[in-house]
Nanobody
Framework: QVQVVESGGGLVQAGGSLRLSCAVSRTTFINAMGWYRQAPGKQRELVAAISSDGSTDYADSVKGRFTISRDNAKNSAYLQMNSLNPEDTGVYYC????????????WGQGTQVTVSS
């Protein structure tokens, strides 16, 4: 069974930074990787994604502040978050699309990010 584990969340003051990590095990056929977040009372939304060729996509609200990266040798993805503001508060989930023949979605359990004003 594929496992996706996030880490790196926490409490930070507005203007601060955090780096989230996503470690994937029990598969090497990882296509796209992405970070989603869900704020209280809101739907889960895409924050950033990175494809197997390294191309990236960001939500407009985080462009210029967040950077997604991946290390294929370590089956890992990262989200560097700078200039955080209270609107960035939420549970951050790592998502991967993995599979040799067809891609299947796998999710981590989420990590809480809280930005205080």
């Amino acid at each position: 069974q594929v496992q996706v584990v996030e880490s790196g969340g926490g409490l930070v003051q507005a203007g601060g930074s955090l780096r989230l990590s996503c470690a994937v095990s029990r598969t090497t056929f990882i296509n796209a990787m992405g970070w989603y977040r869900q704020a209280p009372g809101k739907q889960r939304e895409l924050v950033a994604a990175i494809s197997s060729d390294g191309s990236t996509d960001y939500a407009d609200s985080v462009k210029g502040r967040f950077t997604i990266s991946r290390d294929n040798a370590k089956n890992s993805a990262y989200l560097q978050m700078n200039s955080l503001n209270p609107e960035d508060t939420g549970v951050y989930y790592c998502n991967i699309k993995a599979g040799l023949v067809r891609s299947i979605d796998y999710w981590g359990q989420g990590t809480q990010v809280t930005v205080s004003s």
